[in-house]
């Protein structure tokens, strides 16, 4: 299979599969978040496409689940280079509870606000051990 020149082209190496075998070992087989074993998912945290020396060092990965992968890249942008920092916000977040797909330690309460005339409803997070 051909990916686009330039785009993942990387991933068909074998030291992409060598690679995700190992994040894989280092985390024992679970999510590095949820701790579920289950699927699991290989997340640079440094994008791979856009820092080829840490491309396939195992430092650079975490293992996740599918859902909490695509998660990560629809809060953090598809497209945009994913970075240390970005991640580790996104799992600060995920574990108070902050995100809305995050489990532990949220309670959602709904407020009516009147904004000329017509009734819209917010819905405010209240955080538990917030960051």
Known sequence: MKFPVGRQQ??????????????LRNANYRCEVTGRKTR???????????NPKLR?????GVAITP???KHYHSWHGQ????T????NRFVRL???????????GR???QVAVWVSGGAVVLSLLIIVGVL
């Open 67 to 69: 859902k909490l992968h």
């Open 94 to 104: 995920y574990e108070a509870g902050a995100l809305p797909y995050s489990r532990r």
């Open 79 to 82: 497209y945009k280079p994913a």
């Open 84 to 87: 240390r920092e970005s991640w």
């Open 56 to 60: 396939f060092s195992p430092a650079n």
């Open 40 to 50: 699991l998912h290989c997340h640079h945290i440094e994008g791979g496409t856009h």
């Open 10 to 23: 990387w991933r068909t190496d074998s030291q992409y599969q060598v690679w995700r075998k190992q994040v």
């Open 107 to 109: 309670k959602t309460l």
